[in-house]
């Protein structure tokens, strides 16, 4: 049996406890880095730049709003807003990183949702010019909330 003995000093020892978290953050920052949003960097100024930011996604919608509104984002993220945050992680939105700021919303009529002509609206959320969230909603009996951001197949 071999036995090792080592003389640690407490300097070093917090060295390396401080360099293994700065590792643990950085795969974290890269982790995060690797969701894209289509058109994340699309500035929305205007109600042309929004409904011409949902066309990219594949949603025709009718041009004007039937509803816009804006509110306060809490400090902390608590019900509602966690589980509709959990609909916007996989799309790559994170309104965690807009708590305590000023969201607007728009709503729109969308035209070509698949065999659904009528009742599916679509739910832009902007923070400043940048969209931070959004999704397809069907309100009502047989409704349903889906990604706004969605793998239909099209080319």
């Not at 406890?17 to 699309?42: H, Q, Y």
């Not at 730049?49 to 608590?78: C, I, K, M, N």
């Amino acid at each position: 049996m071999v036995i090792c003995a080592a003389k640690v000093s407490k300097k070093r020892v917090l060295l390396g406890v401080v360099l293994a978290a700065a590792a643990i953050c950085a795969v974290l920052v890269l982790l995060r880095g690797d969701r894209t949003v289509p058109g994340a960097s699309a500035v929305l100024e205007t109600n042309e730049d929004r409904v011409a930011y949902l066309g990219e996604l594949g949603w025709e919608v009718e041009p004007e709003p039937v509803e816009s509104l804006q509110f306060l984002l809490p400090e902390t993220l608590e019900e509602p807003y966690l589980s509709y945050n959990a609909l916007q992680l996989p799309q790559g939105f994170d309104l965690g990183d807009y708590c305590g700021q000023q969201i607007a919303r728009y709503t729109y009529k969308v035209l070509n949702y698949p065999d659904r002509p009528q009742g599916v609206q679509a739910n832009l959320y902007v923070c400043g010019d940048r969209p931070v969230a959004g999704d397809i909603l069907c309100p009502g009996a047989n409704g349903f909330q889906e990604p706004l951001i969605q793998d239909r197949g099209e080319t």
